[in-house]
């Protein structure tokens, strides 16, 4: 069955650094998305990327962070200076279409740390 | 706007007892409803979902959801928890675009633990 990767797994950094998370949508979905999940806090949205450009993004979702599609079957997420409150689980989720049936599938996540 | 209230934030059953986990929702229409479950380092599993029909809905695992539009909410059943049951379980609604690729909002999550 077809499921969204990501790469890290794990990633330690220090305040200040650049982090790209990347993930794998499935293949052939059209939409994607990035939340996170801070410790003990629930789920949140952070952007949805569609055609080659953000849909949508949270206030999160600041100058710090830009995502992009490279390749077609890579799906990144920078944070260019990270702070200690970006420490989180990252999630991303791709989608098939536009349609009311279809469903958001996660991936594994990546737990980013900032010392 | 739309949000997602899971009251109970960590409840533990035992081992073949049912369950019943519940979701409330604020939406003006009838709403995508989800649940997903995370294990211990997984990622999100789609449990099942509810877009129209039918109010009873089933899902992976022996799980099934009823909406009710009168209440608000959209509760998770299982007649007899297994031991690997235990995870965190989430109820999210897709927002008023979901259908044109719009998000999904989460509850804060129901943390289940299964005793032997």
């Known amino acids: 069955e077809p499921e969204v990767t990501q790469t890290p797994s794990h990633q330690v950094t220090q305040m200040g650094q650049e982090v790209i998370l990347r993930c794998v949508p499935i293949?052939?979905?059209?939409?994607f998305y990035w939340y996170r999940q801070i410790l003990g806090q629930k789920v949140e949205f952070l952007v949805s990327?569609?055609?080659?450009?953000?849909?949508?993004k949270s206030e999160i979702f600041d100058d710090q962070f830009s995502v992009e599609r490279p390749d077609g079957s890579n799906f990144t997420l920078k944070i260019r200076s990270t702070k200690l409150e970006d420490s989180a689980m990252y999630f991303c989720?791709?989608?098939?279409?536009?349609?009311?049936?279809?469903?958001?599938?996660f991936g594994p996540g990546t737990r980013l740390t900032v010392l | 706007a739309q949000s997602v209230t899971q009251p109970d934030i960590h409840i533990t059953v035992s081992e073949g007892a049912s369950l019943e986990l519940r979701c409330n929702y604020s939406y003006g229409a009838t709403p995508y409803l989800f649940w997903y479950v995370q294990s211990p380092g997984q990622g999100l599993q789609l449990l099942l979902k509810y877009f129209s029909g039918d109010t009873l809905v089933q899902g992976i695992k022996g799980f099934e959801a009823e909406f009710k539009r009168s209440q608000s909410s959209f509760n998770l059943r299982k007649p007899s928890v297994h031991w690997s049951d235990a995870a965190e379980y989430f109820c999210a609604v897709g927002e008023s675009y979901y259908n044109q690729g719009g998000k999904l909002i989460f509850g804060q999550g129901t943390e289940l633990s299964v005793k032997p």
């Open positions: 293949s052939n979905h059209l939409y």
């Open positions: 989720a791709s989608r098939g279409g536009a349609g009311g049936k279809d469903t958001q599938y």
């Open positions: 990327f569609y055609n080659n450009e953000i849909s949508e």
